[in-house]
């Protein structure tokens, strides 16, 4: 908990591709979570006040990273598609096979 968003993304998972100024923007929290452009990234810290401060939340902490080459509104709306769908069923599984097979998202 509170370590930034950049710090997260280039030491422990790799990196944007193509570097951090490729950065488009971020879902952060999981899928119900708003997406946060990138030059609000630089200073996010993953924590509650942190979050609050971009009048989001948490979630559940996972971490969407979209880089330029990203076309957002599909994705965004794959992400609102399966929330509806799943969130009746309760179906993380299916979810998680949903968003696999996105593709460019």
Request: proline content about 4%; glycine content about 14%.
């Amino acid at each position: 908990m509170g370590i930034p968003v950049r710090e997260l993304i280039d030491t422990h998972c790799g990196g944007v591709r193509g570097g951090w100024g490729n950065l488009l923007a971020i879902i952060h929290g999981g899928s119900s979570m708003p997406v946060i452009p990138a030059h609000q990234c630089d200073e996010l810290k993953m924590d509650f006040d942190g979050c609050a401060a971009l009048k989001s939340s948490l979630g559940t902490a996972a971490v969407i990273v979209m880089d330029k080459s990203t076309d957002i509104n599909p994705g965004v709306l794959r992400a609102s598609h399966i929330s509806t769908s799943t969130r009746a069923a309760g179906s993380a599984r299916r979810a998680a096979r949903a968003w696999a097979g996105c593709g460019a998202c």
